[in-house]
């Protein structure tokens, strides 16, 4: 298993501080580890922790969307993502199989279902470290 992995740590990428203190909470109630970011270029140095999930909205000032799916990936392969968005399914911004494609492993559109996000992460980094 990669430090990444072992790590468990999860970082919560979103411009709406209500989204992201929701995610947040609902994380660290469930005994998660988080940090939280503004944007996709605040996350950049949020990112060198090696979290090993980052969730994040798509549709956000500066780059975002299936572009910064991309780059996280490419500059981080083994992490985990979550893409969220508002927009999934709006016609603006990436949809959910653009970012799938792009390389998050799952993709909800807002407004996100505690259970549906906490069994996705669970899935994807397994359950909190005591």
Partial sequence: ?????????ILVIDD?????????????AAG??????????AACAA?????ALVVSDMWMPGPC??????WMREK???LQLIA??????SGQGCSEQDAVGAGAARAFAKPVKRAELLGAVAELIGPPQK
């Fill in 1 to 9: 298993m990669s430090e990444r992995s072992e790590n468990g740590e």
């Fill in 16 to 28: 709406d501080p209500i989204m992201r203190d929701l995610i947040t909470d609902w994380l660290e």
């Fill in 32 to 41: 998660y580890k988080v940090h939280k970011a503004t944007d996709c270029g």
């Fill in 47 to 51: 990112l060198e922790r090696a979290p």
């Fill in 65 to 70: 969307g299936a572009e910064a799916i991309r």
């Fill in 76 to 78: 981080h392969p083994g």
């Fill in 84 to 89: 969220v968005s508002g927009h999934f399914g």
